[in-house]
């Protein structure tokens, strides 16, 4: 591969010294390359991580468009190796690309970015798995748009772990973290019918929304509902049915769908969520799924964070889906060592 | 109605000026009416909402005077709609009467105007249901005492959620936030055997209080108990034994009887307690209970609160209980709309 | 006045209902008014009030869109009566009309109402003097257009209280809040050697905008330099060299011109800064002059307080300001009381 | 002197175990020694240390209650040795004789308490200056008294630091923190012209206290106007004038005259007020005062704390306090050692 | 018992003033007894409590070291009664000889005390139960060193509760908080197949520590594995099997196996982890054990801590397992009481 | 120069990717080369950065080892252009050297690195001037000597900011926190007579220390003394004199010089300190002086910092130090730009 494809991002602002022995043990900061303006020779890569950091474009005021950097900066306190799973996450090759562009003041100028890169990375890593680090959820309407763009004859279906809906109206707030789903319904990129949302509860959504997604045929289970039922179970059932309708599954994570003790640092945040350990399992069972192409980590804001539980939270969640990827692998006998 | 029937209560120091559209989604500071003064010429409500701003008599510096005001403004984060459970309480017409005045330096003053309230709603609302937000649990002996003026006849017992059993000596402390229950008792206006305790756990409560506890047949359950037999049976069963004895059955829910984790902000908050989708299923079921006739929220310090865990979890238990309310009525066929 | 001609804002999110007494002490938010979608039928007001709650146009993470509600709840704390001066308030009539309507993704969109808000309040509230409660910096390039818009002969001057030029370039950023100066020069409005700083000072400000600063005839005077002559002493000579060259004097005081330690929660607060009585005795100067003719406070972000020292500073900022625009109304026999 | 004359003290809730060596340096904490039920036998001492954790008398909620055992904890950082004066306290002899009892929900039990113990002090250690840790400042009104109950023929004068008059009326509030001026004044103890008030500033005092100040011939000296003369110079006057006519002065120390940066901790704690250095030397020049016979220091609510500023600083007042205090027992040729 | 045996320890750096009245309700503050440099003459204490504050031995930097007298403050609001168990520590007899000595800047000195410490306790107390307070994770290699000092002919095991294994290489770290398995093996101490270790999780191990553990057949089980089967259930079976190969059990309790939920302040926190209930039982069982001999509990550092969570759990974790002592005690026949 | 000169540095853990474009503004890490494992081929830098990430040798417990890492970080916030004093720091180079080598349980050790590390930085990069980030004040003992090491003919003089004389007893603290100027006189490395203290005051030297100052002639000047004369003033009177009696001036700035509200992250910051403006005016006098040879910043604990207050503040000193440097080099004629 000649010159570097990704005119659009940045390097992240930072690249640890860090550097790993090669055997033995290491910690996630050595074990994810960082592509600063240029991609290093290898044959490819299992997994791409990719920063957005924008939440201009969320409703009530947030910071998270500080979460990639804040990701980056926790996950030196994790080892690749899974001592649940007897996994260790060395099995793979992933590099860090960097953070989409921000404009300053034109939201609709970034969100095209946001698109672009996705689409460039699907052209560029068509092998790896991108795994995107947000930023509020409006970027997982560009970031599905800019799969479609490159996959166009995919259909797609979305997981999401969420306490809303996210279907509000993108005519009232434009592309807001509030309207992700209804601008990809809206706009033909997905069918309501493809959308399994696992974790809305309480009082956090307004019925009218409920009503849309009813008239769309979303698929919907409660936190109340999961839980009796498990989350694990649930999740597993989830993707099979999905599996069965569509091509490729693009999963999202809002962070709002954790309990508040759990993830404090959410605009959102509310008790009666999910815990911590359940949306592990959830990820990594997610991970595990042939049919997922990616994934997005989203609403997350540092600066609401207490001592530093959501940040961990985060990061613990993109490693527990990279488990579940690892067995993917493994089972593909695509992992080259 | 003509006039305004309240002297001893202040209005809320703030009412919120979004309005609601009249039709679809609404927020819960949009749903509760605000009387400032003055009760708007409605038929009648199906529930009132008073704030009872005094802390002055907790045994250890409190804050949660500073309660009533800090779940008027968080509650403005919730909708009305309840997804789990697919009730709106728009079904319900609710009004915030305002806070109980306050002395600066008489708590005895206070204690009776506290008493006052509760007995002038009983006669001015009387088909509405008393949601008082505390507060520190002292003032559940006034509000049941003022109950009791006007209902005379009624035998009334205690559903309470509690790590403590509040039963310390008045002789020594006063009307404090450890005494209502024994208040209650040795003034004979509940009866110790109509009082049932759920949550009591740890090393909260001396042995002269289970002794006192026992010798005057207050039924407990602790929370390891409580937990493995399911906080929603146990409350069920609690309260299918209580409405066998009595006419009227108060809940009283002191907020420190959940977790530290779930409820920082109780003064006496610890851990081994209840968890707060336990505490909404119980308060729930409470909701649903046709003797139920009133319920206070209490011992929640904002102060102590750290992101807003606390009083999103007081707001989402009084939203819990309505959410029984709701369903309650709707089984009586009283809701209008 | 026949209807209310502010289609562009909404009132304040919420209204304290103490009522003032009508003789007597009187809190701050028992003096404002609160025009809540309708102007009282008064003859006239001497100060209005417009809250700016936007921060999405700042270059770092910001949340002082929240400050215009903070600074509300806020000066419930402060009586009108200053006794430094023996001055009160209440001599003037003030009316806080409410915040500027946002766009949550159309920054573009948002400017246009903050211009077209300023230049309405112009033309219906004439005689009065407009407080502007930011929201960050970007604000003040489309108040100053929109004073402006309606007094189009007037040559406007700028004094402000920076410790940035705020003359990036809006090329790149797009109307950020490192710009408004710029703009404003660029654009013509405003002529460089009407724009006065106070308060530049350390290391937060590129050569390459001092450069533009000189080249564009700025007049500027650091922090040293002005604490050195006094801070009261060079704001009135600065006053007196604007007000021979300049019809109005628009006065903006951008919060980080305070120390960190006096005013902890602006995006750059920085060390070094003026303290908080020295901007106190500024802001009275500015408003007792006769050509100033609107103030705007800005960039402060109420979720980096500490202890609520900014928000508090930042009212009593106000109130310094209006202090000295009662004496100057006052002193031209405009008082009506 | 034999048995414990004080029924109303409880000791500290700790003592220290670090002992001195008797020679060289020592902390604070070894210096001052703690009467637990007992007072050793000693000839005399030269300073009594009392702390009324009394706050539940707070017109706003505040928890100075705490302060006492705050103080006791910090002074642990804090040598005796003054470097800036070539001072060492160790040349008194001090003892800390505990808590004023305090009474769970009868604020007026309390009160009489806290008078007594006052009373009690000056019959038992007549020749000891009392310190006094509060609490809020409605305990000045009472040690007050409980002073001229004992010292009935002398005249007794007061200076006071503060930002507020604390003339509010006794009649709508109790005696509660904003009244004990008033309160002293009202009840014929001390004269309104002999009450000298330093640091009066900002927005914090209604018109109509500022009237009955001038009514009662209340001396006071804004910051402004105190800052410009030096606060030390200031202090040296009014002491001056004050010991002209009366025969003691009474020294209370409202820690809310400091600025908000120097004291977050008060409920009342705001910009424009004094510095810690400021009070330090105003502090050390009344200890050094022949006539000032008490002192207290109030208001301040570690809660409210940062960083320990507060409480640190509310120690330093009091030690700079005992500096001055141990060069009028040097210059009385009154010390032992 | 003549004389002071403890030349390595200090007193805890403050007493409680509060006296039991000798009948009734107490708090463990007023039943554990200080010994301040003497011990009192009765027949034999159950429990002996030993603070040892270190935590320069930590990898990460760790306040720790404040722990001990973090927790003496905390359980002060702690009665000794638990009402889940229907059992009173007051049967028991306790005492706190104080703190290990620290040098400032020599580790190997401080951990020699700490040796000689739990040695001396063994020879002095050799009926009691030490609880240990620490510090870091480091302290346990001495503390079992010390034990074994004296009772050489004993087999002693090892019960950990941990997110980590804690067998880094001493050579490369010195006796560091991560090693103390590790030094108890390599010496000879210990053997590995005695060491069980319960709560291992997620990403917090390199593989090469586990490849360790497996290679000296050490027993684990993740906190995956152990909440499947119950905590108290793995607990139950594993000293079980335990009790069979060795003489004497020693439970270490690294507070970092709590989820980060739970305990914030350990330098290790992490999501994922045990909850504070499922700590408290499993405890309770260690603590009725017959062979357990000693507990420790590390690596909590108030400063980290978040709205006291993490000192109440530490306080209820002791607690829990003195509840279980006493049930041994009970059931051996040998209270006093 | 070939090969990487340092094996007893890491670098440091975290470089920026941020690059300047070479002409225009810069921040001060796009200015500050980072040297990890290799120097580039210049002729030769100006400043050498080196971190001394070590505070286990702190009397109390202190989390300063992580302060070089959070001034790297912090110092992204300033450009390297001083508008106070039109000097521009880009017309010098600086390099990174990164953090010298820690072993976790072995201070001495460590001690030695420190030692080596200046020792060999003076030997290769002989005409820099070296810039130490602490750390904790034990360092600047080592450091001190490592320059005496090289320099062996040199006599040096001691500059020191600080609320200490740092002369307390290295027999029975070992190389702590507290004693590193007797350290250096003890060892004859330095002349008492050669060390000159700005800023000690309050209450936090006992008497002995002083003692031991008086006779080793060390000069002090307390912080009254020193603001009463003007802090500028006397820094340059102090440079003077001891200019006129060595060959090398070290300057050490403790942190806790300054007022607590100015720098609050110091384990022994007070109240009566410093303030940050006239530190920096130190600082660059102190930079200016032709005979200062190294500066080292200690003492400085993010973890206990407020709203990053203290970092900032830190890094302030270093570049106000630096503005001073600029102009002696200008004034040298050394600057090649």
Redesign the interface.
Known sequence: MSGYPYPMLD????????TSSGT???K?HQWVKTA?GTVPDWSDYDVTIIGVPL?????S?S?A??NPDAMRRAW?????????E?I?LQEMKAIDLGNVKQ??????WTHERIQEAMAVMRIHHPHTLPVILGGDH?ITAMLVKGYKQVHTHETVGILQFDSHFDVRDPEE????NGTPIRVLIDSGTVKGAHVYNIG???????????DYADKHAIHYM????A?QRGISNVTRRVLLQLCQHVDAVYVTIDMDVL????H??AP?????GMY??EL?EAAAIAGACAKVKAVDIVCSDP??D????SV??SV?TM?SFLTGYTKRLQKQGRLRM
């Open positions: 390097p992240p602002s930072f690249v640890w010294t860090h033995g043990d290491m996630v600063a939440s201009k474009s969320s409703i005021s910071s468009s500080e030196k306190a994790f080892y690749t190796y899974n001592i649940d007897d260790d404009h300053v003041t034109d939201i609709a409006s707030l434009g592309k807001a809305v509860h309480g009082f956090f959504n307004g019925k009218t929304l409920k409660t936190m109340k509902q839980r309990d508040i003790t759990h404090p640092a959102a945040s509310a008790p009666g911590s350990e592990f600066r609401k207490v001592a530093e539980i961990k939270t613990q490693l």
